[in-house]
């Protein structure tokens, strides 16, 4: 059953722009309303979900790093009575790099906390002003520097791929930040979200996206310094020294059960999809009225699981194992893959096959969203 447990914290600062969960600033919270809430859906999710210990736990949402101290510290309290911890257990909270969240780092760290990832962004002011960021650079790094006295792994996130950014610009941020020395870094290509201002800016013509080729120059940038300053990708997006990767999020990308809990939480567990109650209120009238809070629950025919774990997997360096993959879905390798496009992709250099395994090679990771439509069998993407 769940290996992993995401807690949701709805909350954010005023203003907040990092996640979609603006609606959720409220004046006050009520705290042991809250508390007595996130504990009850833990319960209720552990009965259908406990059996094996956690490898991680990761606290996200709106704003986690302003959750009290003590409200985390009894969260894990329970979900260690409730499953158990693995030795070396991974516990993660998601930040944004602000001197008020920094303040509360080393309090965080004595609740459980050993490991924080940092929405940084960006190492320039007039960048992160563009992408309508509350920090500013000199906050962001005094945060990261608080962080690392603190926690014994830290990963921040930068955005490259912007309009106009050169290979040459793109070193220079990425060098500066492999000198800090951090564990772990997550390096997203900016994209285009509808229903965004950027997808309204480039509509009007505000902004025209970077040229795909010339992101594909920087991608290849990236991959070149990360390597050379021993994190290598180990997935698209993210690069770690080896040891450093994120287990939470391994979990995800290797499809392997968690359980999810907060407002908007979404699970997947014993064949099954949960999402919560995204909204505050109705999350605690549910919990209330039925002792947890969830709001779908779904089972996923094979088919379906089969197709989402190709999806996430084929991100990943290691790649998938086909044979143990069919196995678990009842399913053939070439129910799972197309063979002919597999064989034809690999002869391109875009995909490597080693017995069972298969996965996409660096060359392809920057045409991976199109590999993947083409890669995955045809009755998995139309089941």
Aim: aromatic residues 8%; contains cysteine; hydrophobic residues 40%.
């Amino acid at each position: 059953m769940a290996r992993a447990l995401y807690i949701h914290w709805p909350f954010c600062e005023k203003k907040c722009p990092y996640c979609d969960f603006n609606s959720h600033v409220r004046e006050s919270v009520d705290l042991a309303a809250w508390e007595a809430a996130l504990l009850a859906d833990m319960r209720a999710e552990a009965e259908v979900a406990g059996g094996e210990t956690l490898t991680s736990v990761f606290f996200g949402g709106g704003t986690p790093s302003l959750m009290p101290p003590s409200l985390v510290e009894t969260l894990l309290g329970e979900a260690e009575r409730l499953w158990g911890f693995t030795d070396g257990i991974e516990i993660t909270l998601e930040a944004n790099p602000s001197s008020v969240e920094a303040a509360s780092f080393a309090s965080l760290s004595g609740a459980g906390i050993n490991r924080v990832s940092l929405g940084v962004q960006s190492l320039d002011d007039a960048t992160l002003q563009w992408l309508g960021r509350l920090h500013g650079s000199d906050e962001a790094l005094a945060a990261l520097d608080t962080a690392q006295q603190n926690f014994g792994r830290v990963s921040f996130d930068l955005i490259y791929a912007l309009p106009d950014q050169t290979p040459a610009e793109w070193r220079d941020e990425l060098a500066r930040a492999l000198r800090f020395g951090t564990g772990h870094l997550s390096l997203y290509q900016l994209t285009i979200e509808p229903s965004t201002r950027f997808e309204t800016d480039v509509r009007r013509g505000v902004f025209t996206p970077l040229d795909p080729d010339l992101a594909a120059d920087l991608f290849a940038v990236t991959q070149e310094l990360t390597a050379a300053a021993g994190l290598p990708a180990y997935e698209t997006s993210n690069h770690a020294r080896p040891g450093e990767e994120s287990r939470h999020n391994l979990t995800y990308w290797r499809y392997q059960d968690y359980s999810g809990i907060g407002p908007g939480a979404h699970g997947r567990r014993g064949g099954a999809a949960t999402v919560r109650h995204k909204k505050p209120e109705n999350y605690l009238r549910a919990v209330s009225e039925r002792g947890h809070g969830i709001n779908e629950q779904r089972h996923l025919d094979p088919r379906e699981q089969a197709s989402e774990a190709l999806l996430m997997g084929l991100r990943l360096a290691e790649g998938i194992d086909l044979g143990a993959m069919a196995s678990r879905f009842g399913l053939t390798k070439s129910q799972l893959i197309n063979p002919a496009k597999a064989d034809h992709y690999e002869s391109l250099g875009l995909v490597w096959h080693e017995g069972d395994r298969m996965g996409v090679t660096q060359d392809g990771s920057p045409l991976l969203d199109g590999l993947l439509g083409e890669l995955v069998a045809n009755e998995l993407v139309t089941s």
